[in-house]
């Protein structure tokens, strides 16, 4: 092991990542966590004898660096990749049609068949999603004027109906986004729907945990810092971090960490008052505000769900998910519906809560009415992701700080990505990397100060 001491504060997937990154490249690591667990926005509690996981959260084929991170840690066998892209769009009256790729064909083609027969559409709204589509696939996500924009407005400049926006594009811009079309970044959306659904045919498949998150990210990724030779500390929350001459300081409340290099990777809203002074723009900050997600979990007492997951339109049930596998449950099934963007629903009351969704399940799945509700669970995330919406790409700032050895990660840093599991991933290995090229060892440090 080299002499750098690396302190990275955030046990999240991004600090996760940037750990592991730096302990493989035999440097001192400390990873400071302020909870009690790690895995940041993606974590697991135990209710009634079962995991409930704080949110359902999947992968795309095309999340290359998340999935690396699993192969890394040796839990990617756990991750449940469709063979091809199938995704069951149910409405209340009954209607049901699945959007799928086809397997022969290229992108974008691959797509085509399946939009021509959905049948959530008119005839004359299918074919102008495809001309949609194919418009969208010639946008750089990079181009800063699209950052000006909301993907609605683009949307309804291509002829795309009401219907349209509210039963095929906000199934992907919602979940992918946490925030509907009209009020989502036309570049973020462009860089979700090239990156996922355009560019390669497979780039579309879902991929689903098959275990709780606690066992696909926390254990093994503690697990594999320690063999390492990593030092993880949990309930240590970090109080500021300050520059003192070759070296930062990282305080907590009852003692202070000597680092050669820091790697920041704690959400967006908490991360101003650790850092010093002008290292980020408070107001920047603040302006990339928050958008929630509400989960709701249900457990009946017998199967009423026949797929593993499905959308829903026309109905305030987006997506639902079949967890009774990874949850533990020894009878029954456990439904969780997944709500993106769900400012009004997070005020709501369990009883409220169910009283609206309980009702709109049933409509999509006939069985749950002849099934006995055993268990209702409610998961909030009031700080889900940032929010994207027009103007979000300025704001985000980037890895490196004005400071010399102290460095940012998170979803919410300027990755080019919305705020996914995959963003978080590729911020973490942008920061070590940073680290690893740029600081050197205290020995070489000290013999350079001399020289200097």
Not at 197 to 225: G, M, N, R, W
Not at 326 to 341: D, K, R, Y
Request: proline share 5%; net charge neutral; with cysteine.
């Amino acid at each position: 092991m080299n002499e750098r001491r690396i302190v990275v504060v955030g046990g999240g997937l991004a600090g996760l990542t940037a750990a592991l990154e730096c302990a493989d490249a035999g440097v001192s690591v400390t990873l400071l966590e302020s909870r009690s667990r790690l895995g940041g926005a993606t974590f697991s509690v135990r209710r009634n004898g079962y995991w409930l996981d704080n949110g359902q959260h999947v992968a795309l084929r095309c999340c290359t660096s998340y999935r690396a991170f699993l192969r890394r840690l040796g839990v990617d066998h756990l991750l449940d990749v469709q063979p091809r892209l199938r995704i069951p769009v149910l409405a209340p009256d009954g209607t049901r049609a699945d959007l799928e790729r086809s397997a022969s064909l290229p992108a974008p083609l691959h797509l085509t068949a399946t939009l021509l027969r959905y049948r959530h559409l008119g005839l004359g709204e299918r074919l102008a999603a495809c001309r949609a589509a194919l418009a969208l696939r010639s946008l750089d996500p990079d181009d800063p004027r699209l950052d000006r924009e909301t993907f609605g407005s683009w949307l309804r400049r291509h002829g795309q109906s009401d219907r349209a926006i509210a039963g095929l594009w906000n199934l992907i811009a919602l979940p992918t986004l946490n925030l509907s079309a009209e009020s989502a970044s036309l570049a973020l959306a462009v860089k979700v729907f090239r990156t996922g659904l355009l560019d390669e045919s497979d780039a579309c498949d879902i991929a689903v945990p098959t275990v709780p998150l606690q066992l696909l990210h926390a254990e093994p990724a503690a697990a594999a810092l320690a063999a390492r030779g990593a030092r993880v500390e949990t309930e240590a929350a970090v109080e500021a971090i300050e520059r003192d001459g070759g070296e930062l300081r990282v305080r907590l409340r009852d003692r202070e960490e000597a680092a050669d290099a820091v790697i920041v990777a704690v959400p967006h809203d908490a991360v101003a008052e650790l850092l010093p002074a002008g290292v980020v723009d408070p107001q920047a900050i603040a302006g990339l505000g928050l958008s929630p997600i509400v989960n709701l979990h249900l457990h009946y007492d017998r199967a009423v769900l026949a797929e593993p997951f499905a959308a829903g339109v026309g109905t305030p049930v987006q997506w639902l998910f079949d967890r009774t596998a990874s949850s533990g449950i020894g009878h029954g099934q456990l439904v969780s519906i997944s709500i993106s963007g769900a400012d009004g629903e997070l005020g709501l009351s369990r009883a409220a809560l169910r009283e609206r969704y309980v009702p709109a399940l049933e409509e999509l799945l006939p069985a749950t009415r002849a099934a006995e509700l055993l268990d209702f669970s409610v998961t909030r995330q009031p700080h889900a992701t940032f929010r994207g919406a027009p103007g979000t790409r300025a704001l985000r700032p980037g890895t490196r700080t004005g400071v010399d050895g102290l460095y940012l990660a998170g979803a919410w840093t300027d990755t080019g990505w919305p705020a996914t599991m995959e963003g978080a991933v590729r911020s973490g290995l942008a920061a070590a990397r940073a680290v690893l090229a740029e600081t050197p060892a205290r020995g070489r440090r000290e013999r350079l100060e001399r020289a200097a």
